[in-house]
């Protein structure tokens, strides 16, 4: 049964940075899309990144770009998010998605897309980033 753990969140102020990681376990990690969601106590999920298989497929919400940066490492079954400059609207638990990458095989710079969370075929737990205002 495969698996998705995250890990890396916790409490920091404002301006300061935090990697989240997604485990994937008994997954093939190199033909999955993987998505990292949140969601903000009172408000619906959003998707916050998202990185496909091929290069150059990253893409970002608005509120994001420029201060948070995807990536994976195949080898190790390891999602990252870089999060810097992080503001109070960034709290909320955060969890990775994967489902077999639809643009797999896709020319490099073909951007990835998202879609709800429970659309994919796994997502796991959690992890709560707080960002006091």
């Known amino acids: 049964q495969a698996r998705l753990v995250e890990s890396g969140g916790g409490l920091v102020q404002p301006g300061e940075s935090l990697r989240l990681s997604c485990a994937a376990s008994?997954?093939?990690?190199?033909?999955?899309?993987i998505v990292w969601f949140r969601q903000a106590p009172g408000k619906e999920r959003e998707g916050v990144s998202c990185?496909?298989?091929?290069?150059?497929?990253?893409n970002y919400v608005d509120s994001v770009k420029g201060r948070f940066t995807i990536s994976r490492n195949n080898a190790e079954k390891m999602v990252y998010l870089q999060m810097n400059s992080l503001q109070p609207e960034d709290t909320g638990v955060y969890f990775c998605a994967a489902e077999v990458d639809p643009n797999f095989r896709a020319p490099s710079g073909t951007k990835c897309m998202w879609k709800e969370m429970t659309e994919y075929e796994y997502w796991g737990q959690g992890t709560q980033v707080i960002v006091p205002s």
């Open positions: 008994q997954l093939t990690l190199n033909y999955h899309l």
């Open positions: 990185i496909g298989s091929s290069d150059g497929s990253e």
